[in-house]
């Protein structure tokens, strides 16, 4: 952060702070018990968006007017259109943190107009001229550092020829501190947006001379007609034989396809009108902040990511590339006597002794969700009937999870392996003796396949298992017995 974002960032963590204490008090006070672990979808909002931009001391940002002391929704705060809200977010299902409010309720208690009003002229007056350069006073790359280090790297990422090929853009933000300010980033930075306008029946492309050799950006944020949404994707997908006959004509005049972003480079979408949307050639995914799973940000790379999705493109360039914008502290921040009340309230989840930010918070939650996920899914696999088949075929993939697989190895009878009743299962396996028995394997060849005997007993036993017994404890998987018939020693099979 630099010191005038920190300057902003600090007080509104101040604000949330003491509004998380009072709300604290409130749910403990409450007598219904579920309460107590609701999570209110506005948590840290304003920081979460001071993460990513702060406006210059001369212009206010915006904010939404709310009688009482009612706290302010996510759809509110990103003023977001009452006709869209109920449907705005594709992924929210995923985490109950992310509760729904009505939004009938909301809109009677905001006056939605006049903050549309506020927040227009909050970018208009962002977005002015330099008298002396002539460049974005705010929003040219030489001085957005100041406001948003963050937005400075997504235009380097952007720019930087080494990442040749298209680009989807994510941020949970739809207008001041997401697309909406990015949008006036990528113009005051050498980029145009592309546009179609539909006259009549017919559709055309609209293109200022300036504009023609920029890269392009396009929109998909859920304010777009279907029909306009479809289009603009076909267009970048490249397949142009489902886009109208006369904006084809104009597109072929740039390029034979956007399969590297001769038409159409960088592809902006918010949580809002982007479900189920497939993508072809996307070889970047800028995805702007964290946020409180990675669900979500899966989802996101699943849209570029895609079977087939990049056949078009030569072998070396079917990747998909990554990028996560988490904003943090500088050193002198972190360790700044004068930010002691940080020091001491905003600390790691993780190690419980470095400062962090709203962005890293997020994020560090999301990993802790993932962590338990996956040890989970572990415990499922260890667990299924048929682990000790896919943990060798995982063995070999790149994703190698050394998977310890759960069975009950040699068996001498037919009981059961447990009760209906866990009281008499328990009682039953308690007093059972285990012995560690140590012997090492000679390796032996049978048609070409490996195999590990134990010379006390004579049994032969898959090789992989073996090997992965002697590093992880993983159950041995018996083959058989090796016997001598007619002069000759044979794989006896179970």
């Known amino acids: 952060m630099t010191p005038h974002q920190f300057g902003i960032y600090e007080k509104i963590r101040k604000d949330e702070a003491d509004r998380e204490a009072k709300n604290k008090k409130k749910r403990l006070a409450a007598k219904d018990p579920e309460e107590l672990y609701k999570i209110s979808s506005t948590y840290r909002i304003f920081s979460r968006a001071a993460c990513n931009f702060t406006f210059p001391s001369s212009i206010e940002r915006p904010v939404p007017n709310v009688k009482g002391d009612k706290e302010i929704s996510e759809n509110v705060f990103d003023a977001v259109p009452l006709s869209e809200r109920k449907n705005v977010d594709v992924y929210a299902s995923v985490d109950d943190e992310e509760n729904k409010e009505d939004a ?31 460049r974005s006073k705010y929003l040219d790359k030489s001085v957005l550092k100041t406001y948003s280090p963050k937005f400075v790297k997504v235009l380097e990422n952007l720019m930087d020829e080494s990442n040749k090929g298209l680009h989807l853009l994510y941020s949970h933000f739809r207008t001041i501190e997401g697309i909406g300010i990015l949008k006036l980033i990528f113009e005051a930075n050498g980029f145009a947006e592309f546009k179609i306008k539909k006259t009549g029946s017919a559709w055309e492309l609209i293109e200022l001379e300036a504009d023609a050799n920029k890269p392009k950006f396009v929109l998909y944020t859920g304010t777009e007609t279907p029909e306009e949404k479809e289009i603009v994707r076909n267009v970048y997908n490249g397949a142009w034989e489902f886009v109208p006959v006369e904006i084809v004509g104009k597109l072929q005049e740039k390029a034979e396809n956007n399969n590297l972003g001769e038409v159409i480079k960088i592809f902006m979408i918010t949580s809002s009108g982007a479900e189920g949307i497939n993508l072809k050639n996307t070889r970047f995914v800028h995805v702007i902040e964290p946020y409180w799973h990675m669900v979500r940000i899966d989802q996101v790379v699943g ?163 073996y090997q992965r017994a002697k590093e992880f404890g993983a159950e041995l998987v018996l083959v058989g017995k090796l016997v001598k018939e007619k002069g000759k020693y044979v794989i006896k099979r179970e």
């Open 303 to 465: 849209r570029a990511r895609r079977i087939c999705s990049h056949q078009d493109l030569p072998e070396d360039m079917r990747t998909v590339k990554v990028f996560l914008y988490i904003t943090s502290l500088s050193e002198q921040q972190k360790n700044d006597e004068k930010n002691i009340e940080l020091r001491i309230r905003d600390l790691s989840r993780i190690d419980g002794k470095t400062p962090v930010t709203t962005d890293e918070t997020l994020y560090e939650i999301a990993s802790i969700k993932q962590k338990t996920n996956n040890q989970i899914l572990k415990a499922v696999k260890e667990t299924s009937i048929d682990c000790q088949l896919y943990s060798n075929i995982s063995k070999k993939s790149k994703d190698n999870e050394n998977l310890v697989c759960f069975g009950f190895g040699k068996i001498e009878s037919n009981q059961f392996a447990s009760y209906p009743s866990f009281e008499n299962d328990r009682s039953t396996k308690e007093g059972l003796d285990v012995r560690a028995i140590k012997w090492e394997a000679r390796e032996i060849k049978e048609d070409g396949v490996k195999y590990a005997l134990n010379e006390q007993t004579m049994e032969v036993y898959d090789f992989e298992s």
């Open 104 to 134: 009938d309720e909301e809109i009677s208690q905001v006056d939605e107009s006049r903050y549309e009003d506020r927040i227009k002229k909050a970018l208009e007056d962002v977005s002015v001229m330099d008298d002396e350069t002539k």
